[in-house]
């Protein structure tokens, strides 16, 4: 469960991507008898107050366990990427801090969850960690004010979440920065393709890590 003494956060997931890459849906895909979606619900509600998942129109999800208030939202349209999710999301939330991840990082890590919406309470709208010199947005804290922002950017046609970064306090946190909560990176991990979905497979074998 989350701490008290923590920041109110909503947990958003993104899940309506159309998984072209993996040939099948991702988020119904199982590491060690949990689906990606379970796996990545599960690390967010150790951080979060309340859980948000973001699906395809007309796409059911896989069944999920949280102890916590869970919310199914639908993309106002399928397969026009993920800041229509994240727009969709944020709608929902109740929470003055979102944490947005997709559903098919596996080794998140609520540690680097917890640093992120702590940098976004202490101010900073956009907070987004630096992975093998590059942005994350797909495992970043945002702030609920800034939807008239990302709300901004859909109406212009824009569909680039980095882009919505120019318009607001954006901060970005170094590897030097939040490697004391994933010393290793594992939270950046993603299954996209058959190929990734068997080295995480491998890894969580390999390492005997059962988060």
């Given at each position: ?21 993996m040939g099948r849906d991702k988020a119904s895909l199982a590491l ?55 727009a969709a999301g944020l709608r929902a939330a109740s929470a003055p ?115």
């Amino acid at each position: 469960m989350p701490d008290e003494s923590a920041p109110a956060v909503t947990g958003i997931v993104l899940a309506g991507g159309r998984s072209s890459h993996m040939g099948r849906d991702k988020a119904s895909l199982a590491l060690d008898g949990r689906t990606l979606l379970q796996r990545t619900v599960d690390a967010l509600a150790q951080v979060a107050q309340e859980i948000v998942v973001v699906r395809a129109p007309v796409r059911a999800l896989p069944s999920l366990q949280c102890a916590l208030p869970l919310h199914e939202v639908e993309d106002a349209v399928e397969g026009e990427g993920p800041l229509l999710g994240i727009a969709a999301g944020l709608r929902a939330a109740s929470a003055p801090v979102a944490l947005i991840v997709g559903c098919d990082m596996p080794f998140l890590r609520p540690a680097l969850l917890r640093l992120l919406a702590a940098r976004a309470a202490a101010g900073a709208r956009f907070v987004l960690p630096s992975y093998d010199g590059r942005p994350q947005p797909l495992c970043s804290a945002l702030r609920r004010d800034a939807l008239a922002v990302v709300d901004a950017h859909i109406a212009a046609g824009d569909r680039a979440i980095l882009a919505i970064a120019q318009d607001i306090d954006a901060a970005l946190v170094l590897p030097e920065q939040w490697a004391v909560a994933d010393p290793d990176g594992r939270s950046f991990q993603n299954v996209n393709t058959p190929e990734e979905f068997e080295a995480a497979r491998a890894r969580l074998a390999g390492s005997g890590d059962r988060r």
